[in-house]
């Protein structure tokens, strides 16, 4: 009898085999593509992978009408020329997978990992991924990381078909399949009766995102900025604050300044209390995310990438998890003992090895599927820079987790100054506890004199600062991805790839997210004309209906249906409106397209716009591509803006960078001789950060600050290099 094994990549098929195999696996090859069999218990085993999805929906028939509502799974090849290498796995799969008794899924334990899984699956035993199988003869693996161990007993424990996952995932496939196409449709055929063809999105998720930021986007610029001054007194070299906050009037700061200055300070209540400072929670998806944005400066998408190839070498858990519970069954006791062999970590684990400390702070989030993200122990090797940067982000956390909080001694002492009330606040580090494992984070700590309550002191200084109320911070791609989980739309897998979707389209720019004017307009027609394809509360019903077909509580067949009578009902609203929102789209249009303009190709004389690459890098290139190819790079997540002047070397235009709070001007042409010597500038070096650690952060992205309040400023980042040449999107690129 022979047991066909499906992994999900290459590296984790090896890795199944080299756990099963009660010799060295027998690795065997067909049109490129490496397979393994084995003898395990007398029975024959083989152990195929993919390469990711090998199937994607596609419309049934040809022509671009809309509604569409009549789709199938193809082979990912036959849409996708940049998937052509795909073939030779669904080839190698199906034929040495065809004589096959038991199949079993080891792809990635989520809906995504049972989709890829089961659609192999199906193809393999009929020939035809869309014909129904019987699944009494496959069965599901369940690991969340990749050592030997962990397959083995994944295999030895493998559970039956999870059905509910696979239809839950078609669901959502299906979905965003229909409303990308026919909402997307239904935008390009109101921009055409513009005059302008241009590729378009909008999805079911994208759009309540680009609404979230839109309406942010309108805050900030509606915004009004205010004077106020905060009052502010020196006594016994300690900085007293008025504890009254803000004063809008300046004539009344002036007076209760000059009147402090006079006087002398009585001093009230002086309180001294030890804190305890606990561990932040174990990284789940979102929070490790944050975290390697705040301290590493690492795109969210870039995190998710370097983290599932630390998991599928076996370094540390799987990634894709929105849990922050670390369970006994891991046997973190083994783990500690492990990471006690890494010499970078030996002194932290023995140090809880000697105390016996074992128990780990937990978070409040949890997920059915998979623990938080921790170290699986085993020694990495070879890792490229970020990957040992985010490992060893991992890696502490986990420690710090085990580790003795850590002790504050706050001070809080009271102050009457001529009839006002005034305080100052400082804070000390008694003991480091877990801060000594964890370099990524250190508590900001303030002075604070000596000072008996009923005490006199003189006023050494006192003064009114002048002070601007800030608009709302705009959002960074990690903060964003906070509030969309906040708010439930998208998931901890896709929200990173939406927000680079909208940087694709057009729609946003800038490190710090800007909303386009062409972005805007997208949003504005739509909310004018077609609201509900903005409703949060729509998308979040439909998320949950899926979490319902993985419970068995509702049928795919009912929330497909659910959701074709509401893409049917939109369309039928936007077709009787498409010349107003096409007149509303090709205005935003032209104003971006005229933002974007640098200045003019010294190759032949075209305009030189911003333009995006299909995962979202932003780089220069000529309007009359394809005529003319001329591109160049630029720093990634900056704001880019025109100065009108041209370089007297290189004669290509002048462009001013703003980049966090970096601001500075370059020429595009990364060869010439006014940027001579940038490479040799040695990388700058990662330090711990002080800013709020990511627990905070993703409370703090959902606030909406209030118009009138001041805020605090957003943290300072030093600029990006430019980058190599990006080749310019064909017209024809994928959606």
Same mark, same amino acid.
């Given at each position: ?30 049109? !490129? ?27 049934? !028939? ?144 994208? @759009? ?8 942010? %986007? ?20 300690? =900085? ?50 944050? %975290? ?31 849990? =922050? /519970? $670390? ?19 030996? &002194? ?35 890792? &490229? ?49 877990? $801060?000594?494992?964890?370099? *990524? *984070? ?20 006192? %003064? ?19 509030? $969309? ?6 998931? /901890? ?50 998320? &949950? ?10 049928? %795919?067949? &009912? ?22 929102? !096409?007149?509303?789209? @090709?205005? @935003? ?24 690459? /299909? ?59 006014? /940027? ?47 980058r190599p040449k990006a080749k310019p999107r064909a017209k024809n690129a994928k959606k």
């Amino acid at each position: 009898m022979q047991t066909l094994i499906v992994a999900e990549k290459p590296s984790v098929a090896s890795r199944i085999a080299a756990a099963l195999s009660e010799g060295a696996p027998l690795r065997k090859n067909l049109q !490129g593509v490496n397979y393994f069999e084995m003898q395990k218990e007398g029975s024959k085993i083989v152990v195929v992978a993919a390469a990711g999805h090998l199937f994607t929906l596609a419309q049934k !028939g040809v022509g671009h009408a809309i509604p569409v509502f009549d789709v199938e799974w193809v082979p990912s090849f036959k849409t996708d020329k940049n998937a052509y290498f795909t073939k030779k796995y669904l080839d190698t799969i199906k034929i040495v997978g065809s004589n096959s008794a038991m199949y079993i899924n080891a792809c990635d334990y989520d809906v995504e990992g049972t989709v890829i899984g089961t659609n192999i699956i199906r193809y393999v035993k009929t020939g035809d991924v869309n014909k129904e199988a019987a699944f009494d003869n496959v069965k599901r693996m369940h690991f969340s990381t990749t050592t030997l161990q962990d397959l083995s007993l994944a295999f030895a424990k493998a559970g039956a078909f999870d059905k509910g996952n696979f239809e839950a995932g078609e669901t959502r496939h299906i979905l965003d399949w229909l409303w990308g196409i026919n909402m997307s449709r239904a935008l390009m055929r109101a921009m055409h009766t513009s005059g302008t063809k241009r590729v378009m999105s909008i999805g079911r998720v994208q @759009g309540p995102s680009l609404a979230v930021l839109a309406r942010r %986007e309108k805050e900030i610029k509606a915004f009004k900025p205010r004077d106020y001054w905060e009052l502010h007194a020196v006594i016994n070299a300690t =900085q007293f604050r008025n504890a009254r906050g803000p004063v809008f009037d300046e004539k009344e700061a002036e007076r209760i300044s000059a009147e402090v200055s006079k006087a002398r300070a009585e001093i009230g209540a002086v309180e001294v209390n030890e804190t305890k400072l606990f561990p932040f929670p174990p990284f789940d998806l979102t929070s490790l995310q944050l %975290e390697a944005n705040r301290v590493l400066r690492m795109d969210p998408s870039k995190t998710l990438a370097v983290a599932q190839s630390l998991y599928e070498r076996s370094y540390i858990s799987y990634p894709r998890t929105a849990s =922050q /519970k $670390l369970p006994y069954s891991l046997n973190l006791p083994r783990i500690l003992g492990a990471l006690a062999k890494n010499p970078v970590y030996k &002194a932290h684990a023995d140090a809880l090895i000697k105390a016996s400390r074992f128990r780990p702070v937990e978070g409040r989030k949890e997920d059915e599927a998979h623990p938080a993200i921790y170290p699986t122990g085993e020694m990495p090797a070879r890792l &490229a820079d970020e990957e040992a940067k985010l490992y060893d982000l991992i890696t502490r956390r986990f420690l710090s987790l085990f580790a003795e909080p850590a002790l504050l001694v706050k001070t809080r002492v009271q102050a009457s100054v001529a009839g006002e009330k005034y305080e100052a606040a400082g804070s000390r580090l008694a003991s480091e506890g877990w $801060l000594s494992y964890y370099a *990524y *984070y250190k508590p900001q700590e303030a002075s604070v004199g000596e000072f008996a309550q009923g005490s006199q002191h003189a006023v050494e200084k006192s %003064e009114a600062r002048k002070l601007v109320t800030k608009p709302p911070e705009r959002y960074s791609k990690a903060s964003l991805i906070a509030l $969309l989980e906040q708010k439930e739309l998208g998931t /901890k897998a896709t929200r990173a790839a939406i927000i680079d979707t909208l940087f694709k389209r057009g729609y946003l720019k800038g490190g710090r997210i800007e909303v386009t004017d062409y972005g805007m307009s997208v949003y504005e027609a739509l909310n004018q004309y077609i609201p509900e394809i903005l409703d949060e509360t729509m998308t979040r019903k439909l998320e &949950a209906d899926m979490e319902d077909i993985t419970r068995g509580k509702a049928t %795919e067949q &009912a929330v497909v249906g659910e959701g074709r009578e509401i893409i049917a009902r939109l369309l039928a609203d936007f077709k009787g409106k498409e010349k107003e929102i !096409g007149t509303s789209l @090709g205005k @935003g249009l032209e104003k971006t397209q005229a933002a974007n303009v640098l200045g003019k190709c010294p190759k032949d004389g075209g305009d030189l716009v911003i333009l995006h690459s /299909k995962i979202g890098k932003q780089f220069v290139g000529c309007a009359n591509w394809p005529k003319c190819n001329q591109t160049y790079p630029l720093p990634q997540g900056a704001r880019i803006v025109p100065t009108g002047k041209v370089c007297e070397l290189c004669h290509t235009p002048i462009v001013k960078v703003f980049r966090f709070k970096k601001v500075f001007q370059m020429d595009l042409d990364p060869n010439c001789e006014t /940027k001579k010597g940038w490479a040799k500038r040695p990388a700058p070096t990662v330090r711990p950060a002080v800013a709020a650690p990511a627990s905070r952060l993703l409370a703090a992205a959902v606030q909406q600050p209030s118009a009138a309040e001041p805020q605090a400023p957003a943290a300072e980042s030093k600029a990006a290099k430019p980058r190599p040449k990006a080749k310019p999107r064909a017209k024809n690129a994928k959606k």
